[in-house]
């Protein structure tokens, strides 16, 4: 698949996930979840990872809703928690998994330069209005290329550090002794827009939203 259309189906999935119910959302989810343990195999972990950075917001957002929502007590001791808002913060909190998980799907199945192409093309236009779409690609290639680089470094040195502290400073002390071995491999063909997307591709981004908009709320 083209990589911009995939990130154009990712931009329709953000976009009506608010409005899906929650039987949806939890259907998509395990979809999804599903999708990514299949095509990242091993690499699982990195999305359990990410998950549980957000674990904090995961918890405001569900106690939010669950304190502030007006309706029927989940139970009658407790009268300020509402079984609407427990059904609102769970739907809401499988919004941001969906979201997330997506996004990580989209990373785990698409290279770096294919990534960066495809968003060069949403960009394209904008050489209209007089703007460079290749210069902001150049600075998201080298961006991406050096957090994944620099992630499976502290890898390496949280491992034989045994401290995130420790491996921090002393990735940074190698590299100010070897500045030469920062990762920055850009290649110029990142800096295009890319193969324009095959005319039934872009099918899949209109019935993806005709799915979700028309799922049952």
Request: glycine share 8%.
């Amino acid at each position: 698949m083209n990589p911009f259309i995939r990130i154009l189906c990712l931009m329709v999935l953000a976009a009506l996930l608010p409005g899906l119910s929650l039987s949806a959302v939890s259907v998509l989810a395990w979809l999804l979840l599903g999708l990514y343990a299949w095509l990242a195999g091993d690499q699982f972990q990195r999305l359990l990872r990410g998950l549980l950075r957000l674990r904090w917001l995961f918890l405001a957002i569900f106690v939010l809703y669950l304190g502030f929502t007006p309706g029927d007590p989940v139970v009658a001791q407790l009268p300020g928690l509402s079984r609407e808002g427990m059904f609102e913060g769970a739907r809401r909190s499988l919004i941001l998994l969906d979201l997330l998980t997506a996004v990580y799907l989209l990373l785990v199945s698409t290279p770096i330069p294919a990534l960066v192409q495809g968003i060069n093309r949403g960009l394209w236009p904008l050489r209209a209005i007089g703007l460079d779409p290749a210069a902001f690609s150049l600075r998201l290639a080298l961006a991406l290329d050096q957090v994944g680089g620099m992630q499976a470094r502290i890898s390496e040195l949280r491992n034989a550090k045994g401290s995130l502290l420790d491996a921090a400073a002393e990735l940074i002390r190698g590299l100010e002794a070897h500045p030469e071995s920062m990762p920055a491999a850009v290649s110029p063909a990142m800096l295009g827009p890319g193969p324009a997307p095959r005319y039934w591709e872009w099918l899949l981004p209109v019935a993806l939203g005709s799915v979700l908009w028309w799922s049952p709320v």
